[in-house]
């Protein structure tokens, strides 16, 4: 009897030490001491311990010392491999914003939602989540824009921490799953594709590249080609001078050793661009403030490579930070005048040669395009063509750019300011306006600024599209 009590006593104690042992091991990881960089999101990079605009965390009033900072949409993947029991914060919208915005707060544990905040706004206090994460092997921290776009949605996961006993969170661990084609891999014979019509201006710089599927080599013929106009048998690439005003209707034609195809073009010489929906790539959502001339280069490269420019997309642009930003004074890449003594725009170090950049581009048949704003600013802090806008038309057409996305941005701070000489004499804006992306301001002031850029373009010796971007 003695000695199976004691049996049993020392059962129990080593139960107590494994216990003991348990609770010594938990221990808890914050959110903002795990690298961040695998976070995705709609506009800017993740903050630490403070809100995207850089001021201290304040939801609904309230101030919190620890947390992240995301732009919606945003996501941020983690691999727990079952050692992370819980994971708390509050959640809400920054009041650094400085506009209304609406985001949804979403917690995905092993593919399955396990919170979700419901559409938060603006000025409402933070809301608590707490998820019981045993056994969970992966976890997804989600913030969408609640549906109605992303201006200003700055989402806070305030206090954000999670109990471990296992080995810490680690970022990264896209779920695995199988590979599939959304589209049939092209057939060996030629398939002309693109548009059927196509609008150019009489007596600018012409181009355009046939797209067509098929193997390589293929040799392109047309009939109907307007005089001023060469098509290149090898590439498909057609040059020279849009002739006088006019339609002129083109077969396009294409052949290979699999077989041939033949397709109408329509080129109507006029004063209308883009009578098709224009199609191409934009670099903001796969390189933000990163992008250089070398990416654009590799774009351009992988829009030939892919097949992309074979089904018809044309354009390769360059979205914001090209320009100088003056705001980045540790960015050497910056350490350029926004503009030379002459008032030009200039492009930061990371673009030495636009032209260079456009005649490569054009070199493979496709356009190149480009961003700016009709502000002091664009929407990335970097010089607009605010009172500059003759100058910037000029040197776009002189690089060689054949499109423009104008994106309102500042634009609001200046509105309502007089044209006169005296105001263009005067230095350009130091300190960034607060920008209002819902002037509710009339019509045709919304107009104007697109109304200016969009006929200064029309004077320009070569065609360029103008994007309004609001």
Request: net charge neutral; glycine share 10%.
């Amino acid at each position: 009897m003695k000695r199976l009590l004691f049996t049993t006593l020392v059962a129990i104690g080593a139960a107590s030490c494994r216990a003991i042992s348990a609770a010594q091991a938990t221990e808890t990881v914050w959110l903002d001491a795990l690298d961040l960089k695998t976070i995705s999101q709609g506009w800017g990079t993740p903050q630490v311990n403070r809100s995207i605009r850089e001021q201290p965390l304040v939801i609904g009033g309230q101030k919190f010392v620890r947390g992240v900072a995301t732009h919606a949409d945003s996501t941020y993947r983690l691999t727990l491999n079952g050692g992370t029991e819980r994971f708390t914060a509050s959640v809400g919208l920054d009041e650094a914003a400085g506009e209304p915005g609406s985001v949804v707060f979403e917690v995905i544990a092993d593919g399955k939602p396990v919170f979700a905040s419901g559409v938060m706004q603006s000025g409402q206090p933070a809301k608590p989540l707490d998820v019981d994460l045993r056994g969970v092997q992966s976890l997804l921290l989600h913030v969408t824009d609640a549906g109605d776009g992303i201006i200003c949605d700055h989402a806070d996961w305030a206090n954000a921490q999670f109990t471990v006993t296992g080995e810490n969170p680690v970022p990264g661990g896209v779920p695995k799953e199988a590979p599939y084609l959304l589209t049939p891999k092209p057939a060996a014979a030629p398939r002309l594709n693109g548009p059927k019509v196509y609008g150019a201006r009489p007596g600018h710089p012409f181009l355009y590249r046939i797209p067509a599927q098929g193997e390589r080599p293929m040799t392109f013929s047309a009939s109907g080609l307007p005089q001023g106009l060469q098509l290149d048998a090898q590439t498909g690439i057609i040059t020279g001078t849009t002739p006088p005003r006019g339609e002129y209707n083109i077969t396009l034609r294409a052949k290979n050793s699999h077989g041939r195809d033949h397709r109408g073009f329509k080129l109507v010489s006029g004063d209308t661009l883009a009578l098709t929906p224009p199609m191409g790539w934009n670099s903001w959502y796969a390189h933000y403030a990163r992008i250089t001339d070398p990416m654009m280069r590799a774009a351009v490269d992988i829009m030939i490579r892919s097949g992309m420019a074979d089904v018809g997309y044309q354009y390769v642009n360059i979205d914001a930070c090209w320009a100088v930003n003056p705001a980045l004074t540790n960015d050497p890449t910056m350490q350029v005048p926004p503009r030379d003594a002459n008032g030009n725009v200039q492009p930061n170090r990371k673009f030495p040669d636009m032209k260079a950049v456009t005649d490569y581009i054009h070199g493979r048949g496709l356009k190149a395009g480009l961003y700016s704003s009709p502000g002091p600013w664009d929407c990335m802090l970097a010089v607009g063509s605010w009172l500059h806008e003759e100058q910037d038309a000029q040197a776009y057409a002189n690089w060689g750019f054949d499109f423009l996305k104008y994106d309102w941005c500042s634009y609001d701070s200046v509105a309502d300011k007089p044209r006169s000489p005296e105001e263009m004499q005067r230095p350009y804006p130091t300190i960034p306006p607060t920008f209002n992306f819902a002037s509710g301001r009339p019509l045709d002031e919304l107009k104007r600024p697109y109304q200016l850029m969009g006929g200064l373009l029309r004077q320009q010796p070569r065609d360029i599209v103008l994007n309004l971007c609001q």
